[in-house]
């Protein structure tokens, strides 16, 4: 169980479960697979509640082995067996993680971890192993949060593996192997995200008409890299109207998932840092991006960097208003969003950005630059 050859087996749909004495794993391939594909996950009313009342953190790939170490003292069935996840696992998986392609959303409730899950993140999909919790529900928790960081980051589905009827509740369904074969046989291996994911994945726009357009673009995401986290995936370059005034420049705009360990507010505060790094000037007034005032002001700027989403989360206070709260009434934020993350669900509308650019009633030109 190398890390060279889990991941041999997982790219041809195979993976290791139970090992014999001598440590020798036996590997399955069966006949009927358990998948979700991430638009259909069922989030129920209570789940939807306890999401909400941020009870319970998630946190992304920083316990690991004592996430593994957990499920592997989950109680089973007698007739299952004890688990199959004996120290020979852990230490392959762990090996593999520090690679960059074993990962774990572990959920904390007043700093305890109490439950999570683990899998294995190969070309654009993601292949669950285990999951348990030690509080009602916390393993749920953890699973709508990697259904969430699917949806962000452009996953196809989740291998699930085998029929579980908990699995099935969540919206996960089988299929027939080799339908499963041929999802696999249509794997970009280029696009595996490797490396130690974050905590948070928040959604920007980028954009500006004066100066040099395209290397403004360029040195945002580089400062946004540099400053805020791992930009993980980006859209095409879009040009646009200008939106609210007329300028002699159009915009060129690009929507990016950025990875981050940082709050919200944070993530806001650098945005602003680097716009004036980068040359835009704010009157005094406007220095700090206030969502919520109903008279606003646009103008021509160098770069503009704007908050879209923080994860699914609702917020709403003097400095920051999230979701941004007019990004459905305009295409150039919708179109770039709906090429990197169109099943995304608004956690406010509970529409997808694709709905939402269907229903969108901007006619402001929007056209791909490259």
């Given amino acids: 169980m190398s890390p060279e050859w889990l991941l041999n087996a997982y790219y041809m749909g195979i993976f290791p479960w139970y090992d014999d004495k001598e440590g020798t794993p036996y590997w399955y391939s069966p006949q009927r697979r358990m998948v979700l594909f991430p638009k259909e996950f ?3 009313k209570s789940l939807t509640r306890l999401l909400k009342s941020k009870r319970m953190e998630v946190r992304v790939d920083t316990c690991f082995r004592q996430l593994m170490e957990a499920c592997s003292k989950v109680e089973r069935k007698a007739e ?3 688990s199959w996840i004996t120290d ?4 392959h998986y762990c090996e593999l993680h520090k690679a960059g392609f074993a990962h774990s959303f572990e959920t904390f409730m007043d700093g305890e971890l109490v439950g999570g899950l683990y899998g294995v993140s190969v070309s654009d999909y993601f292949c669950g192993e285990s999951m348990f919790h030690k509080v009602t529900d916390a393993s749920k928790v953890a699973f709508a949060r990697m259904v969430e960081f699917a949806l962000l980051h452009g996953f196809r589905f989740v291998d699930a593996q085998l029929y579980t009827s908990h699995l099935a509740s969540l919206g996960a369904k089988e299929i027939d192997r080799d339908d ?4 696999l046989a249509e794997q970009d291996l280029n696009r595996t995200y490797r490396g130690r994911w974050r905590n948070n994945s928040v959604v920007l726009l980028i954009g500006g008409n004066q100066g040099d357009r395209l290397a403004l673009l360029m040195m945002a995401i580089r400062e946004i890299a540099n400053r805020i986290g791992t930009v993980s995936v980006a859209s095409s370059i879009y040009e646009t109207e200008p939106w609210g005034f007329e300028a002699e420049q159009s915009f060129l705009n690009q929507a990016l998932v950025v990875d981050t360990d940082l709050d919200a507010s944070t993530v806001l505060d650098l945005a602003l840092e680097i716009e004036k790094d980068l040359g835009r000037v704010r009157p005094e007034d406007t ?4 969502s919520k005032a109903e008279q606003r002001s646009y103008s021509s700027r160098p770069i503009d960097i704007d908050l879209i989403f923080y994860n699914s989360d609702v917020v709403e206070n003097d400095r920051l208003v999230l979701p941004h709260p007019r990004m459905q009434q305009r295409r150039f934020v919708l179109q770039p969003l709906a090429q990197i993350i169109p099943d995304f669900k608004h956690p406010i509308l509970r529409k997808t950005m694709n709905e939402l650019l269907e229903e969108c009633s901007d006619k402001c030109e929007v056209k791909i630059y490259f």
């Fill in 42 to 44: 069922r989030c129920s």
């Fill in 80 to 82: 299952c067996g004890s």
């Fill in 88 to 91: 020979n696992f852990i230490e």
């Fill in 180 to 183: 499963f074969l041929g999802m």
């Fill in 287 to 290: 220095a700090k991006k206030d």
